[in-house]
Structure formats: C-alpha cells, structure tokens
C-alpha cells in the first residue's frame, strides 16, 4: 500500500514536472518571437535615426566653420558656447553675432572710439598686445566673458555688454554668465579638422546631385520631346476634324435612339451612318499615322543619344577624410 501510493505521487509529480517544462518551452518560444519582430522593427528605425544624426551632425559642423570664418574665433571656442547656449537658452548665431560685434568694437577702440575703450578699461581687458596690435578674438572674448562673470548683474554690467556686443548683447548675459562658471571644463565635441571635412562631404554631395539631374535630363529629354510631338499632332487632327466628326456622332445617335422611321428617313439615316462609319475609318487611319510619325521620331531621338549613353560615365566623390 505504501509502494502504490509512493508510486502514485512520483508519477505525478513526473507529469508535473513535463508540463511545466512544456509551458516553459512554450512560453520561451512565444517571448524569442516577440523579441525577433521587435528587433527587426527597431534596427531599421534606429539605422534611419543613426543615419539622420550624423547628417545633422556633419551640417552643424559645416555651420560651426562659417561662423569660425566670420567671427574670427576657433570652431572649438564656438562649440563650447554651443553647449552652453543648450543649457542656458542661447543660440550659437547669438553668441556669434555678439563676437562680430566685439571684433569691430576692438578696432574702433584701437582708434579711440570713448564708448567701447570705456568697456574695456571698466573689464581690465586689454584688446592690444605688448606690441600694440590688436588680440585675437577668442583671447579678448575669453577675458571679456571672465572680467563679465565676476560684475554683480544690473545696469553697469547691461552697459558694458551694449557696448561691446551691441543689442544682442542682453541677450547675451545668461550664456556668458554660465561661460564664466564652465567654458575652461567643457571639451569641444566638433574639432576644425571635422568641419572642413564636414564641408567638403556636403560639397561632394551637391556636386553629386548636379551631375546625377544632368544625366536625367540627358536621358529623358528626347522622351519628353518625342511624346509632346505626338501630342501636338493628335490635337491638330482632332481640332480640323471636328466638325465632320461631331456631325458623324449626330446621325450615328439618331439612327441608335430615334424611333421606326418612314422608309424614306431610314435610307436618309442609314447613309448618314455609312458616311459616319467612314468617317471614322478616316480618323483612325489618320491618328495611326500620327502615331506612327510621332514613334518613328523618337526611335530617331534614341538612335542619336546612344552614342552617348554607351559611353561609360563615372562620377568621382572624394572620399571624406577624418582625424
């Protein structure tokens, strides 16, 4: 009695056991199919989105090279402010136009302007060397940004940024203040070398782009010329057989849609129907020749481009290079 019910109990607990690793199986195989439509609808979103952020990465580089070339700062000084424009609501094409503005007024202090050579002497910031030449504008902005995030905000302050960085330069304020407090720990993530890289990948592509329209225009012109020819065609012996033809339909109805007729209308009719049937034996025969025109024109059109379609063509894009 004992054995039996031992017996019993291993069984099962054996049955048991192979459902619950049958469920698991299951239920593994349903979670490795979840997972493989998952992953094959992401990947190809992610690649896109990788895709998008590198071109938007390579125009911000290009864009951070024109304002290099403008301003007269570093691309690396100028992706610094980036990042601190993110984080204190400034845009980079602010703190660009604040740098030009601070260049001229270097130039007119040089020349003894009162209104900008007063901001400077206030700051404690010399726009000259030891030589008397004019600093360049990244180390003059530098200190100007230090001297400004050591004043206390208010009207003084407000003044000094007017003078040297013009109307934008309230705007300014926020950036610069944090500038002071973080620019020397940030590390530029677009360097020079990238955004002239940047701007040579672009320029590749529009050149790429140009070539490429050409070559369509090329190939589909005489298509284009041929099938406006065939068109012009068709409307002009629709439009000189339009009375014929519209006095063809008339009596073609007539005959379909009138009730029995006196023997001597239904002879009248039924020529009307003879001369509209050939009519349009006429027409047809004369679109056909149109058509025939217009086709063996544009075998003649494709005859005189192969020439230039069989000549291998071959695009060269430089190869973008980086460090």
């Not at 698991?24 to 195989?29: I, P």
């Not at 911000?60 to 601190?84: C, H, N, P, W, Y």
């Not at 404690?124 to 400004?148: H, M, Q, Y």
């Not at 039924?270 to 544009?298: D, F, I, P």
Request: charged content about 20%; proline content about 3%; some cysteine.
């Amino acid at each position: 009695m004992s054995l039996g019910l031992s017996t019993a109990s291993f069984t099962k607990s054996m049955n048991d056991a192979k459902n619950l690793t049958f469920g698991s199986a299951k239920e593994m195989e349903r979670s490795l199919k979840i997972i493989g439509t998952a992953a094959a609808t992401a990947f190809p979103a992610a690649a896109a989105a990788a895709g998008l952020l590198a071109k938007q990465t390579i125009d911000l580089a290009q864009r951070l090279g024109e304002m290099a070339q403008q301003t007269g700062a570093s691309v690396e000084f100028l992706d610094k402010l980036r990042q601190i424009g993110n984080r204190s609501g400034v845009e980079i094409e602010g703190f660009a136009k604040g740098l030009t503005f601070l260049a001229r007024a270097m130039v007119e202090a040089a020349a003894g302007a009162r209104q900008p050579l007063e901001a400077f002497r206030a700051l404690g910031v010399s726009f000259v060397d030891a030589n008397g030449r004019l600093r360049p504008v990244e180390a003059t902005a530098r200190d100007v940004i230090k001297a400004l995030g050591d004043m206390a905000d208010g009207a003084a302050k407000a003044d000094i940024m007017k003078r040297l960085f013009g109307k934008a330069g309230a705007e300014l304020t926020a950036g610069f203040n944090e500038a002071a407090k973080s620019i020397d720990g940030l590390n530029a993530k677009i360097t020079t070398d990238f955004a002239k890289a940047s701007q040579q990948f672009n320029a590749h592509l529009v050149d790429l782009k140009t070539n490429l329209g050409g070559l369509v225009a090329v190939v589909s012109g005489p298509v284009v010329t041929a099938f406006n020819e065939a068109f012009v065609a068709a409307e002009h012996f629709f439009r000189s057989n339009e009375t014929r033809a519209r006095e063809a339909a008339t009596k073609v109805l007539a005959t379909l849609y009138a009730p029995p007729l006196p023997p001597v209308q239904a002879a009248m009719f039924a020529a009307g129907e003879a001369t509209a049937n050939r009519l349009k034996a006429e027409a047809m025969l004369t679109s056909m020749e149109a058509l025939a025109a217009a086709q063996k024109k544009l075998q003649d059109k494709f005859r005189t481009q192969w020439c230039f379609l069989a000549r291998p063509v071959s695009i060269t894009v430089p190869m973008l290079k980086t460090r």
